[in-house]
């Protein structure tokens, strides 16, 4: 089979670590079908590219695993010496998952349905395809040894062959590690003594603190809490997203788990929304923080604000603007003449008008039009009192109190009159 | 015929009788108590005699936009006072003769001395002084010189509430 574009991207980040590659190599994978989902964001994470990069290369088919080709490269052919000289009690990641877990021995029937402990080392070495065996030989659950090992080795049940360290386990191992010659000699001492597995494993992923990994493992404390609902809802971070996908594909139990929990929320929606129906539910709130009357708006006063429209429009007056469009429907009767008196007397006319005479020619001599110098002026009180124009009248001297304060003010106009204002108790 | 004869005969009376009426002016004034002296040649006369100080009161406010009727004649000249309602609560009238002085009781326990300084047939020079009745000092001492039956205004002195007194003052002779 040749090469595709995604594969030579890979290929050069795992073997330069070519870092131009890697948006490549992302974008090619994001869409790429034979990776599972979970795993088509690891080179998102820039730590460890290349073994992420290598161990998408092992999953594509193409090249070798990194902790293969350690373990070949660190095995070699010359273990059985070291195998045998080494019993298990020395081992150093069995040393080292003891002193982090305590003296405490786990058993692997305790923890066969419940240490995900392949998917954690395989996490945190970047697809050790060896890690069930490491598991196995530290003393974990079986199952998992098995799953993990049908896993890397491919549909190869070699769970007896654990258990009793035959040679189908090798093969196995050998179906995984590809051409790893010494995986027999290994094999054989998964269950006693694994120093070169654990060399191998030390190489290829690194200076992993294999015990941390082992025991977050164990307790579960490697996932936060809530994570099956954090991986739903897309909360999480991309790593552990990815770990907790993995243990998901794992589990047929979790699987279940978590289609039961996505379909709980549509249905609890639905529930909610067919028995609340249309409610409103402002009243309720409003209730529950203690307001008395949900209606009540704070500091709003009708009465003031009709007040206030009320003085600022003042009164209209629509009368008028009614009685223009009213139209009448009929003319205003016509008065009826008076009738003429029959015993009118036309002397009585001539004589009230000699009457009105006589009174209108007495009575000029009673009425002031044009006062003038050198006559007084007709006491006709207020109305008849006229005011000094500006060049009729002259203030000659002022003065007035320290508490006073007096200003002397000439209209404007033909009829204009002055006046001395006087502001008590005020002084400028 | 009679009616219209009537008629005819009222009308005639009406016009002979009104006719002085409408030809000219009354008859001579009334007797004037200054009596003029002689004048020398375009120079004021000198007036003897008493002359008439008249005051009106007129209270000021904004509680009420009352105008009394009587005071509808000078209301052109009280509105620049900025003032709703105008009510003539009281009136002074007295004669003074030239050197002499005459007061006023006004509104608020005040007084108001008009002194006669000088008088001529074009104008009279008065010295008014205001007395608030909390001293001997007046609130104000001015001289002013008016024509003849010409008046001005004093206002401003303080009236209950915001409520203030304006005094129209007239020189009649």
Known sequence: MGMTRLEDWLRRIAEDGDAAAVDAARALLRTDERIPEELRYVLDDPEDRPGAADALLFLLGEGESLVAEAIRAEAGSAMDDDLTANPIEGVPVADAVRAEAGTTRISGAWLADAIPVDEAIRAEAGLVDVADAVAGALGFGIPMVQGALRWGAGAVDVAEAVVGAGPPVAAAVRASAGRVEIAASVLVKVGVDVPPVSHAVRDAAGTVAVADVVMAGIVGADLPEGWMAGVLDRELPDAVHVKAASRIAASSLLGAELTGLASAGTRLRAAVEAGAGTVSLWDGVAKSIGIADPEAVTGWDGAAVRAAVLDEAGSVDVVRRVMAKVRRSSAAPSERPEPRPANSAYWVAAAVAVAATILIVFGFSGIERMPSPGRPAPDMGAPGMVFAKADEIRVDDLNYADDATVQVIQEDGADAAMIIWVDEGKTL | ?173
């Open chain 2, 1 to 173: 015929m009679i009616r219209r004869f009537s008629l005819y005969l009222a009308t005639a009376a009406m016009l002979v009788i009104s006719a002085p009426a409408l030809a000219g002016p009354p008859g001579p004034p009334p007797v004037n108590p200054a009596r003029v002296a002689e004048p020398k040649e375009g120079e004021p006369k000198k007036v003897t005699g008493k002359v008439q100080i008249e005051i009106l009161c007129v209270r000021a406010t904004n509680t009420t936009s009352n105008v009394d009727p009587k005071l509808q004649g000078i209301m052109q000249h009280l509105r620049i006072l900025k003032y709703k309602g105008f009510d003539l609560i009281d009136e002074h009238d007295s004669e003074v003769s030239s050197g002499h002085d005459v007061s006023f009781d006004i509104e608020g326990g005040r007084k108001l001395q008009v002194e006669l300084l000088d008088v001529n047939d074009v104008q009279a020079k008065i010295r008014m002084r205001m007395f608030s009745g909390k001293g001997s000092s007046p609130t104000l001492d001015t001289t002013v010189s008016v024509h003849r039956n010409r008046a001005f205004i004093v206002a401003g002195p303080k009236m209950e509430g915001d409520d203030v007194l304006i005094l129209p003052v007239r020189v009649k002779y």
